[in-house]
């Protein structure tokens, strides 16, 4: 299975100690030059930072097809263009995004795509996590990944977990 990945995915899953997660799900994650660069910018030192340079499962590669992401720049910052591109050359089997602009395009160039909140039903489903809960809380919690309380309990839905109800603010 070929996956591409935009930031968002890696530095949250980071953030939570998580980040094993992709690599059981789809044993390679490539992202391309982009990602890495908001990931390892020394200025701005974010989660995933040190894992992608140094887990050999995250592989970066470059975009060649300079005119999709020029396309795209408009529209997205440079990761989130970057990652659609290389998904694109790779004829990759899924781009892993967060952000709903992302998502749309990712889906008018059928792409498939998913999210942190896949990613973790994906993972409750295959029995690598025994719940969603907690890491969806740590996800807020720490990381500041935000959820808005109609998507939270339809994930928890999903997962069979929704007797527990969103945190409060």
């Known amino acids: 299975m070929i996956v591409v990945s935009d930031t968002s995915p890696i530095n949250n899953l980071a953030a939570i100690n998580q980040l094993h997660l992709l690599q059981q799900l789809y044993e390679i994650v490539f992202i391309p030059e982009a990602v890495y660069r908001e990931l390892t910018e ?3 030192p974010v989660a995933g930072s040190i894992e992608v340079q140094t887990l050999d499962w995250i592989q970066t590669r470059t975009v060649t097809n300079r ?3 020029e396309a795209l720049a408009d529209e997205l910052d440079k990761g989130e263009a970057e990652a659609i591109a ?8 899924q781009v892993l995004i967060d952000e709903r602009l992302g ?5 008018r160039l059928n792409l498939r795509y998913t999210g942190i909140l896949g990613i973790l039903v994906e993972a409750k489903n295959r029995r690598l996590i025994s719940e969603v809960k907690p890491l969806l809380d740590a996800l807020i919690d720490r990381a500041g990944f935000w959820v808005a309380a109609p998507l939270y309990s339809s994930v928890l839905q999903i997962v069979d977990e929704e007797k527990n109800k969103p945190p409060q603010d």
Do not use: S
Request: proline share 5%.
């Open 103 to 107: 998502r749309r395009i990712a889906a």
């Open 67 to 69: 005119t999709v992401i």
């Open 86 to 93: 290389l998904a694109l050359e790779l004829g990759a089997d």
């Open 42 to 44: 020394p200025d701005f």
